[in-house]
């Protein structure tokens, strides 16, 4: 089995909050278990440009409450190139770095499968995202500090919404999957919810609204994810109030105020395992893996599977969520 004596930790992609707990976690294990850690600064990028500072237990000191990554993060295009990957293995064998953690989603697990099937530096992925659309995990840092961002934001837009008597429309992140609409429409009582995966005729959600007219409801929240309508939730505004013009109709699209802020406690202690955990794993001989969590239990999985597997909303979620909102 390999000695492993130095890791590299970076972020990559979308920022989330929690990705500095894991980064606290992940430069803490390997300290205690005698490696040498070096952060890379801007994703892949910093791969490729040599941006690499090392750190330790103390670096880390005070980061677990704030939101985004100290370390910074990026979406390279350059690391699609194989000759910028064989720049990245070149700048990592420099610095004599025998792994990489590699906190990010589905584009940055790509990357690193691509990377491992080239070279022989192993990646240990632990998954970040707003959107909880990685495939071997039940839960990504930073998930459930965003649906709490959005349902807070929610419920302050119901207070407005009953004063006014208004129909308003909230845009919620979620471009291919509709996690967080689900789970902050649920948490906020919304009368409609909208997602990717469920096509919502228009006239199915009029007679969603009109339920709520009926009963004399003095408000009424719709909650769409982003990737739902083609024209955008202005123009979603615009056909309701040609058909349904009993309340004032306002857009509210929440955007990335959903990234930011200080992590849950639950993605706290989720990025906190997940680090400490890839670290362990990688020590007993796991490589190329993402660390994620399935029923409660720690999962180890390919990055071959991550890339190649599919998930799916639970569409029970959304049945109960309409019989609710009736």
């Not at 295009?77 to 910028?84: G, M, V």
């Not at 959107?131 to 119901?158: L, P, Q, S, W």
């Not at 429309?169 to 902050?184: L, N, W, Y």
């Not at 982003?226 to 202005?234: L, N, Q, S």
Request: proline letters at 2%.
């Amino acid at each position: 089995m390999k000695r492993y004596k130095t890791i590299a930790v970076m972020t990559s992609g979308g920022d989330a909050p929690g990705m500095n707990a894991a980064i606290r976690a992940v430069v803490r294990t390997a300290a205690n278990n005698g490696l040498k850690t070096f952060a890379v600064h801007d994703g892949f990028e910093g791969i490729i440009d040599g941006d690499f500072m090392e750190i330790d237990a103390t670096s880390v000191s005070n980061i677990i409450q704030r939101g985004g990554t100290i370390i910074h993060t990026s979406r390279s295009e350059r690391f699609l190139t194989k000759k910028w990957r064989l720049m990245a293995y070149e700048q990592l064998i420099a610095k004599e770095i025998d792994a990489v953690f590699i906190i990010g989603g589905n584009g940055s697990f790509k990357g690193a499968n691509v990377f491992t099937s080239e070279f022989d530096i192993p990646f240990v992925g632990i998954p970040k995202t707003i959107d909880n659309d990685v495939y071997g995990t039940d839960h990504t840092i930073g998930f459930d500090t965003a649906c709490n961002t959005a349902m807070e934001a929610i419920d302050k837009i119901r207070d407005t919404a009953n004063s006014h008597h208004r129909l308003f429309i909230v845009e919620v992140m979620g471009r291919d999957f509709g996690f967080i609409a689900a789970q902050c429409g649920i948490s906020s009582g919304v009368e409609a919810i909208m997602v990717p995966e469920i096509d919502t005729g228009f006239d199915d959600l009029i007679a969603k609204l009109e339920r709520g007219w009926v009963r004399q409801k003095q408000s009424l929240i719709v909650i769409v994810a982003e990737g739902c309508h083609k024209d955008g939730v202005t123009a979603l505004a615009e056909q309701m109030k040609a058909r349904f013009n009993y309340y004032d109709i306002r857009v509210c699209v929440l955007g990335h105020m959903q990234r930011g802020g200080s992590p849950s406690s639950f993605d706290r202690v989720l990025a906190s395992r997940l680090g400490y955990e890839g670290v362990l794993a990688l020590l007993k001989g796991k490589k190329n893996i993402m660390v994620g969590m399935k029923n409660g239990k720690l999962n180890y999985v390919t990055f071959a599977d991550v890339c190649s597997g599919t998930i799916s909303i639970d569409k029970q979620l959304l049945l109960m969520a309409d019989v609710l909102a009736s």
